[in-house]
C-alpha cells in the first residue's frame, strides 16, 4: 500500500473532518423545533407504567370517532336553525326585510300600519346581529293575536320584542299599538362600536 505524505492534503482532510464533527454536535444537540414529534418514553419506564400509557392513548383515540359524530350532528343542527336567519348584503337591505315581512302579515290580518321606525341594529350574542323595526297602527286584539301568531310562525328568525297597548275606540274596541319586530342577520351586519 503506498500512502503519500503530503501536508497540503492531510490538511485538507483534517479540515473536512473537524466540519463533518460539527455539523454532528449541532445536528445532535440542538432542539429541532418540530414539537409535533411524540415523545420518546424514558428507558427507565416500568412495563407497567408503559401498558398505563398504551391503554390511555387507545382510550383516547376510540373516542374519536364518537367526537367527530357530535361534531357534524351540531353541525347539520346549528345549519337548521339557521336557516331562518335574515340574509342580506347590507343592514338596510336585511331592514327591508323586515318591514317586508311585517306589513305582508299586517295586511293579512287586515291593518295598516301607520308609522315605521328602525333602531340602529345591534350585536345578538357572539355571532349575530339584530334589526329592529317598530310600526305604530290601530287594530283589535283579534287581529293583534292571529298577527302574533302568524309571526311566530314565520320562517325568518322573527320575534316581537317590544309591545304597548292603549285604547283608542272603545265603541269599535279598537286598541293603540306600538310593536318592536326584531329579525337575526349574521354579526358581519352589525356595525363595530369604537372604545
Known amino acids: 500500500m503506498n500512502v503519500s505524505r503530503d501536508p497540503a492534503r492531510d490538511r485538507k482532510a483534517?479540515?473536512?473532518l473537524g466540519v463533518a464533527v460539527l455539523?454532528?454536535?449541532v445536528f445532535r444537540f440542538l432542539p429541532s423545533g418540530?414539537?409535533?414529534?411524540?415523545?420518546v418514553v424514558?428507558?427507565?419506564?416500568s412495563i407497567d407504567d408503559l401498558e398505563l400509557r398504551l391503554r390511555r392513548l387507545r382510550l383516547s383515540?376510540?373516542?374519536v370517532?364518537?367526537?367527530?359524530?357530535v361534531l357534524k350532528e351540531a353541525a347539520s343542527e346549528l345549519a337548521g336553525r339557521e336557516r331562518g336567519l335574515i340574509v342580506a348584503d347590507t343592514v338596510n337591505q336585511a331592514q327591508a326585510q323586515v318591514l317586508d315581512a311585517v306589513k305582508t302579515l299586517a295586511h293579512k290580518e287586515g291593518f295598516d300600519i301607520r308609522a315605521t321606525d328602525f333602531s340602529t341594529p345591534k350585536p345578538f350574542g357572539d355571532a349575530y346581529g339584530e334589526v329592529?323595526?317598530?310600526?305604530?297602527?290601530e287594530c283589535t286584539m283579534e287581529q293583534l293575536v292571529n298577527f302574533m301568531a302568524d309571526l311566530s310562525n314565520e320562517q325568518r328568525l322573527?320575534?316581537?320584542s317590544d309591545l304597548r297597548i292603549s285604547t283608542a275606540n272603545p265603541k269599535q274596541k279598537t286598541i293603540n299599538l306600538r310593536l318592536t319586530v326584531s329579525g337575526l342577520v349574521p354579526r358581519r351586519l352589525v356595525p363595530e362600536k369604537k372604545a
Do not use: C, H, W
Request: aromatic content about 4%; proline content about 6%.
Open 132 to 137: 329592529a323595526l317598530s310600526i305604530n297602527t
Open 34 to 39: 418540530n414539537d409535533s414529534v411524540p415523545k
Open 158 to 160: 322573527l320575534a316581537t
Open 61 to 63: 383515540m376510540a373516542r
Open 65 to 69: 370517532p364518537g367526537k367527530e359524530a
Open 14 to 16: 483534517l479540515i473536512a
Open 42 to 45: 424514558a428507558q427507565n419506564a
Open 23 to 25: 455539523l454532528f454536535v
